[in-house]
């Protein structure tokens, strides 16, 4: 389901503007929002589940606007939405968990609904631990258990907001690996932080910072903006004082730099290629351009 959003601004309390005039286009398939701490990245996500209402501009999902009411109905049952702060009854276990809000949701049929939630239970992983109660599930098991409560009804769009943070690395790859495949002919649309997890899984992203759209495209198109820019330099002597540090791992007797400068910040440093942590670095302004 394609996302469109014209003008889309958002202002808490008259003050704090959080979406400032984003224009964003969001094909099928998996999609990262990158942003720093207070981007407005949970903002955009609030709204575009429909849960936030923007001040001013639109929001058009599969062809809805959702900032009209028969825009939202229409757009209700095939949307999910994976909070940051999911909260679970840590009493249940995860299929009762997933039936109440199966409930929650109309899914009346019982039948039909066992059959579902038996189903996604397999497809996050967790078949196994089905008939635990979530008090003793890991972090990772808990953010399972929130994707399969979002896939629920099966929805063409599923937004998730910050999903690995503070997932072990073994469980935060095997999150993404997941939502990846989810994909397929789904629009995910996949909020993070983590330029590594949008390096690993998506095609094309969109970058937040300070409520403004700032880049729009292809992961390779932002790769290359740090083209010809990054660095990397091995010395025993003092830090380089051009250019700006992104990465310092003792060698030997001295230390191997990686900088972002716009010329050789060194005679000694050599050109290296760019990854997507670069290419976000040097948009974002942290390394001189
Ligand atoms: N309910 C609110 N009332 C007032 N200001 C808010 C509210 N929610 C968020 N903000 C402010 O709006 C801005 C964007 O916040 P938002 O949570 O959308 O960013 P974010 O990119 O999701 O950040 P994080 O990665 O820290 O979750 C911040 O300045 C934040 O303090």
Redesign the pocket.
């Known amino acids: 389901m394609r996302i469109q959003t014209s003008k889309l601004t958002k202002v ?2 008259g003050k ?1 503007r ?1 979406i400032d005039g984003v224009d964003l286009d969001v094909p099928v398939g998996m999609y990262g929002l990158l ?10 996500m609030r709204i575009l589940a429909g849960l936030l209402k923007p001040t001013s501009g639109r929001v058009v999902l599969g062809g809805h606007d959702i900032t009209t009411p028969a825009g939202r109905v229409a757009v209700q049952r095939t949307l999910g939405y994976l909070p ?1 702060d999911l909260g679970v009854y840590p009493d249940l276990t995860a299929r009762r968990f997933l039936d109440y809000i199966a409930l929650l949701k109309g899914l009346d049929a019982r039948s039909a609904r066992r059959r579902r939630i038996g189903e996604l239970l397999e497809v996050v992983a967790l078949g196994e631990h089905a008939d635990r109660k979530l008090r003793g599930f890991s972090g990772g098991m808990l953010r399972r258990v929130g994707i399969a409560q979002a896939l629920l009804a099966d929805p063409r769009l599923l937004i998730v907001d ?1 999903p690995t943070t503070g997932l072990d690395p073994e469980e935060r790859i095997r999150f993404r690996t997941m939502l990846s495949q989810l994909a397929g002919d789904r629009t995910v649309l996949l ?1 993070t ?1 983590i330029v590594e997890d949008v390096a690993q899984t998506c095609r094309d992203l969109a970058v ?1 910072a300070k ?1 403004r759209l700032v880049f729009q495209g292809a992961t390779g198109e932002l790769v290359s903006q740090a083209a010809g820019r990054v660095w990397n330099l091995t010395t025993s002597g003092p830090a380089p004082a051009e250019g700006r540090i992104v990465a310092a791992v003792p060698e030997g007797a001295g230390t191997r730099y990686r900088l972002i400068a716009a010329a050789a910040p060194h005679p000694h440093a050599e050109p290296v290629s760019p990854t997507l942590e670069d290419g976000y670095l040097a948009l974002m302004g942290v390394a001189p351009c």
Do not use: C, D, F, I
């Open positions: 808490y309390r704090v959080a942003g720093s701490n207070g981007a407005g990245k949970t903002t955009l940051q910050e909020s932080h937040l409520g």
